[in-house]
């Protein structure tokens, strides 16, 4: 089976960024590289249901931290046959977001850190219920929220149809996530976590080594 490699941080980090960049690196060193991100807009009903949520337009639903987290689940145990295929056929999967992003802006939502009930209660949902696959390791790509935003900002106005939702737009949240974020990767939560400086360059080949060794 392969490794499991999950990149969190908040929204424009540059998390898709990273992953193209670590996926030539492992393949540098003759690994066999697959990727995926979630949410699955466009793929799967869940993660559209989402993406409705993040825009206002799921009423009530849209406005609980646990009714989100639901269907943000539903959309990756959706994607249970396709991580372990994945698995069995590549040296490594990467992810852009996986359960952690979950927990982290949920917990947030809720004014909770990383060791409060919410994040407890993620973990029960998507690992011991829907029996998603363990991460071998997690790349947290921190950045300050300040930065963030701004990334964000600038893709909403370069990129088609990239309109920021409502939690992209929330400063205050956006700090809030970080700081369960820290919580989560101080913690090991789920697996060993790596802490990765966004603001700089990374050195890509020393990474792939120990997600490799």
């Not at 993620?122 to 997690?138: K, M, S, T, Y």
Request: hydrophobic letters at 40%; one cysteine or more; glycine letters at 10%.
């Amino acid at each position: 089976m392969g490794r499991l490699v999950v990149i969190e941080g908040l929204d424009g980090a540059g998390k898709r960024t990273l992953a193209e960049k670590l996926s030539a690196a492992l393949a540098e060193r003759g690994a066999s590289v697959g990727t995926r991100a979630f949410p699955r807009y466009g793929e799967s009903t869940h993660a559209d249901l989402v993406h409705d949520g993040l825009h206002g337009r799921l009423g009530g639903l849209g406005e609980s931290a646990y009714g989100m987290a639901v269907l943000y689940a539903l959309d990756r145990q959706g994607a249970l046959a396709d991580l372990q295929s994945d698995l069995r056929t590549h040296h490594v999967l990467l992810l852009d977001r996986y359960v952690a992003s979950n927990a982290a802006y949920g917990a947030a939502r809720l004014h909770e850190d990383a060791r409060g009930e919410f994040v407890r209660w993620v973990r029960e949902i998507e690992i011991d219920r829907f029996g998603l696959p363990l991460p071998h390791a997690q790349l947290l790509l921190r950045v300050p929220a300040r930065v963030a935003a701004e990334r964000s900002a600038h893709r909403e106005r370069t990129e088609t149809a990239r309109e920021r939702d409502k939690w992209e737009s929330d400063g205050d949240l956006q700090s809030r996530c970080g700081a369960v974020y820290d919580g989560l990767a101080a913690d090991a939560w789920l697996s060993p976590w790596h802490v990765l400086d966004g603001t700089s360059t990374a050195d890509f080949a020393a990474l792939g080594d120990t997600l490799l060794g």
